[in-house]
C-alpha cells in the first residue's frame, strides 16, 4: 500500500511563495515507476490540476493559471515531489493534494481518474 503525506502549506500574503511537499512511502515503494500530481480543490469548488510530472519522460504539465509562477520536481532516491509556489494569489488558496500512479500515459496526467494514491491535502491560505 502507497501512502503520501503532505506539508508545508500555510498561510502566506500575496506575492509570497510556500514549498509544498509530498513523501511517499510504502513496502517495496519506488518513486521512480510512479507519475506524481498535484491536484487543489477552493471552497465551494471541484478539485483541479495543478501540475503532473510523467515517470516516463519526466515531462511537467501545469494548469495555465500557475504556469510561470508554480515549478514541481520530483526525487526518486527520497520518494518525495516538490511543489515550489511563487508569487502566491488570493485565487490558490486551497486545499493541495499530493496524487500518485503508476502505468498513466502522458494524455491522462491532468485528470484524477488516472491517480490511484492521494494524500489527505495540506491548506493554503493566500491573503490580499
Known amino acids: 500500500q502507497v501512502q503520501l503525506v503532505e506539508s508545508g502549506g500555510g498561510s502566506v500574503q500575496a506575492g509570497g511563495s510556500l514549498r509544498l511537499s509530498c513523501q511517499a512511502s510504502?513496502?517495496?515503494?519506488?518513486?521512480?515507476?510512479?507519475?506524481v500530481a498535484w491536484f487543489r480543490q477552493a471552497p465551494g469548488k471541484e478539485r483541479e490540476f495543478v501540475a503532473a510530472i510523467s515517470q516516463r519522460t519526466g515531462s511537467t504539465p501545469y494548469a495555465n493559471s500557475v504556469k510561470g509562477r508554480f515549478t514541481m520536481s520530483k526525487d526518486n532516491a527520497k520518494n518525495t515531489a516538490v511543489l515550489q509556489m511563487n508569487n502566491l494569489q488570493p485565487e490558490d488558496t486551497a486545499v493541495y493534494y499530493c496524487?500518485?500512479?503508476?502505468?498513466?500515459?502522458?494524455?491522462?496526467?491532468?485528470?484524477?481518474?488516472?491517480?490511484?494514491?492521494w494524500g489527505r491535502g495540506t491548506q493554503v491560505t493566500v491573503s490580499s
Open positions: 510504502g513496502s517495496g515503494f519506488s518513486f521512480v515507476r510512479y507519475a
Open positions: 496524487a500518485a500512479a503508476s502505468g498513466i500515459i502522458m494524455s491522462q496526467l491532468r485528470y484524477q481518474s488516472g491517480y490511484n494514491y
